[in-house]
């Protein structure tokens, strides 16, 4: 029903915006990732997702159609409410957990406070080949080697390396060469952290 609001910027929480459009105020919800990218107190252009029920209306704001895409798409998965689709935009980029969704990555998904194996699988198991089509992404680009990947991760957050930092370290050691063992990609990756 609104597609987008363009106005003044009245308003700049880590969870919400208040967005002025021509003298009314409109209350929106928002991502740490929509967070980071809005200027202050400028004039912005939100992109919105409405979420009418019985007892509230409650509006979504998005910096990027792709964050808005995502969280529609997370939505739609049975278990993932607004609540934990926002949770999950402010802890991954939008880029983020698209690329853990067409590449099976439980792990990453399930880091999310609040997501547990399960429901880590279930949005894997119900988007991924909508994501593969929707952004024309080849299954072959997918990381190889999940297991190996997941094990070296799991030894470097041992050794007390942040996940992410890690994962960054991890993914470009196994893009270079995919076929490493867990000790080698453990290596490499350590010589660059």
Do not use: W
């Not at 209350?27 to 007892?55: A, C, G, M, R």
């Not at 030894?155 to 196994?174: N, P």
């Amino acid at each position: 029903m609104i597609h987008h609001l363009k106005g003044k910027l009245i308003e700049k929480n880590p969870t919400h915006i208040i967005v002025e459009c021509n003298g009314v105020g409109y209350f929106v919800n928002i991502s740490l990732h929509t967070f980071s990218k809005l200027p202050d107190n400028e004039l912005v252009n939100i992109y919105t997702h409405l979420q009418v029920k019985e007892d509230s209306h409650t509006l979504f704001g998005f910096s990027e159609k792709s964050e808005r895409e995502i969280f529609r798409l997370l939505l739609s998965v049975s278990g993932i409410g607004s609540s934990t689709a926002r949770t999950m935009l402010s802890s991954m980029s939008p880029v983020e957990i698209r690329d853990a969704i067409a590449n099976g990555n439980v792990p990453s998904i399930q880091a999310i406070k609040g997501i547990g194996a399960k429901t880590a699988q279930r949005v894997i198991l119900d988007l991924r080949d909508k994501i593969l089509k929707m952004y024309d992404i080849d299954e072959v680009s997918a990381v190889p080697n999940n297991t190996n990947r997941d094990e070296a991760l799991s030894a470097l957050e041992v050794l007390g390396f942040a996940r992410k930092q890690a994962e960054k370290v991890v993914d470009k050691v196994i893009s270079q060469d995919p076929s490493l063992s867990v000790e080698n990609i453990i290596k490499l990756a350590l010589k660059n952290l």
